[in-house]
Every structure is written in C-alpha cells, then in structure tokens.
C-alpha cells in the first residue's frame, strides 16, 4: 500500500557512510508520505506495517518514529496509532503537500537560497527600523552564540543562533519575515537532525564573525552593508553543508 520497497529507490549509503538505523528509517518513512501522498491527519500504518515494509525491527522504527515526532513531521496519538502531523507553518506541508524533504539535497539547496533571500531582506530592513531594545536583544544572541562556540556547548550555541536570526528579523518589523525566518530554521533543523545526523561542519567560528558583521551594520544604520554581511554568512553557511555532504559521500 505504499509502493515500491525503500531498498528499491536509490537510498543506499555510499558505501563507508555510517548512519544510524533509525535514522535511515526515519528518512524512509519521509519518503514513503511523501510518494503516497498522505496528508496532514492522515493516519499512517503502525510500527509492526512499517517495520515489514521496510524490513527493520520495530524497535528502529519506533526510534525514528520519535525523531519525526521530534520535529513535528509525526504525531503518535496513544491508542490510536501514527498519523501525519498537522504542520501548520508558513512554509508546512499542509500548504506544500509534503514538498520539503530534509534528505533531498536540491529541497536543501533551494531552502538555502530562500533564505538567503529573505534574511538579507530583514537584515537591510533592520538597519533602519531596530530599536534600541532590539539591537541589544541581536547582540546579546550573537554573544550568547559566541559563548557556546567557545565552551563547545552546542545547545548554547544554537539557541543564540536562533534567537539572533529571529532578533534580526524581528527588528524588520515585518511580521510575514518573521514568520518565514522562523520557518524556513525549522526545515533547516530538519535537513541537520535526519539528513545530515546532527550539527553541521565546522563553520561555528565563521559564524559568529558573520554575526558580528551582521549585527555592527544593522547598529550603524547602514542597510547595504548590513544585506551584504547577511548574504555572507549565508553562502558561507550553505558552503560549509556542501563541505559536510562531500566529506560524507567521498569520505
């Protein structure tokens, strides 16, 4: 009811890349929503059907089902079984009909190239709209990312990341960037948690400088400049998932 088996359609590692089962698993099942075309509330088969269709144990699955959980792709409604999450974002499937796939490297790329769009969109609004509040709320973001790339804590340093790219859009004052900048992190989370197993490369130091630019162009109410450091640090970015995808595949 799901067609064509997984092995079937090209997922194979390259041969030497290490991933987990699960997370594998949790790629499949992506794919298989997608290729049925199963929609937000749609229920989906139970652990024990996937785990046959994808010939794994139930225990894989049921890893990779808390992963897709996680992320807000699956909901698991005890004593009712799985269903396809009611993912209500801008950018969520409910509107794109499953379209943004976390392991499709062209899905990837073209995220990239939206936000690049819409980031350098806000940071050039910013530069003229940010209050004084909302440019201490950009610098202390990008010190609190600059602190846990020092200390090595991931976590920190991912939640200064966020909150200094939601800071700079919230300083656009624009509310649908706002709304795209949250979004379109939160299918980039995607592509790191499944497709490419965690945190990125080694671009946390570059980031933080970008950061940096970023924030002293935006204070000196410079937009052009501001728009540039932004479109730095996402190419700078976007280059280093190039980096990770090829050290993965060639080793």
């Given at each position: 009811?799901?067609?064509?088996?997984?092995?079937?359609r090209?997922s194979?590692?390259?041969e030497?890349a290490?991933?987990?089962?699960?997370?594998?698993?949790?790629?499949?099942?992506?794919?298989l929503?997608?290729?049925?075309?199963?929609r937000?509330?749609?229920?989906m088969?139970?652990?024990?059907?996937l785990a046959?269709?994808?010939?794994?144990?139930?225990?894989?699955?049921r890893?990779?089902?808390?992963?897709?959980?996680?992320?807000?792709?699956v909901?698991?409604?005890?004593?009712?079984?799985?269903?396809?999450?009611?993912d209500?974002?801008?950018?969520?499937?409910?509107?794109?009909?499953?379209?943004?796939?976390?392991t499709?490297?062209?899905?990837?790329y073209?995220?990239f190239?939206?936000?690049?769009?819409?980031?350098?969109?806000a940071?050039?609004?910013?530069a003229?709209r940010?209050?004084?509040?909302?440019l201490?709320a950009i610098?202390?973001?990008?010190e609190?990312?600059r602190q846990?790339?020092?200390?090595?804590?991931?976590?920190?340093?991912e939640?200064g990341?966020?909150?200094?790219?939601?800071?700079?859009?919230?300083?656009?004052h624009n509310?649908?960037?706002v709304?795209?900048?949250?979004?379109?992190?939160?299918?980039?989370?995607q592509?790191s948690?499944?497709g490419l197993?965690?945190?990125?490369g080694?671009?946390?130091?570059?980031?933080?400088?970008e950061?940096?630019?970023?924030?002293?162009?935006?204070?000196d109410?410079?937009p052009?400049?501001?728009a540039n450091?932004?479109?730095?640090h996402l190419?700078n970015?976007l280059?280093?998932?190039r980096?990770?995808i090829?050290?993965r595949v060639?080793?």
């Open positions: 009811m799901l067609g064509a088996p997984a092995q079937e090209g194979a590692q390259p030497g290490y991933r987990p089962g699960y997370e594998v698993v949790a790629e499949r099942i992506l794919h929503i997608a290729e049925v075309g199963l937000p509330g749609d229920r088969p139970t652990e024990n059907e046959a269709r994808l010939g794994t144990s139930r225990t894989v699955v890893e990779a089902i808390k992963i897709l959980s996680a992320i807000g792709r909901r698991a409604q005890k004593g009712r079984g799985l269903y396809v999450a009611d209500e974002g801008m950018l969520g499937s409910a509107r794109w009909g499953g379209f943004f796939l976390p499709d490297l062209d899905h990837i073209t995220l190239e939206f936000r690049r769009v819409q980031e350098t969109a940071s050039r609004l910013a003229t940010a209050t004084p509040p909302e201490r610098e202390t973001a990008a609190t990312c846990g790339h020092v200390t090595g804590e991931i976590a920190l340093f939640r990341d966020d909150d200094f790219h939601l800071g700079v859009a919230t300083a656009s509310p649908f960037l709304a795209a900048v949250r979004e379109a992190r939160r299918l980039q989370r592509s948690t499944i197993h965690g945190t990125v080694g671009h946390a130091e570059g980031a933080v400088a950061h940096a630019a970023i924030y002293r162009a935006i204070r109410g410079d052009d400049a501001a450091a932004a479109a730095v190419d970015t280059a280093d998932y980096r990770e090829r050290r060639f080793g």
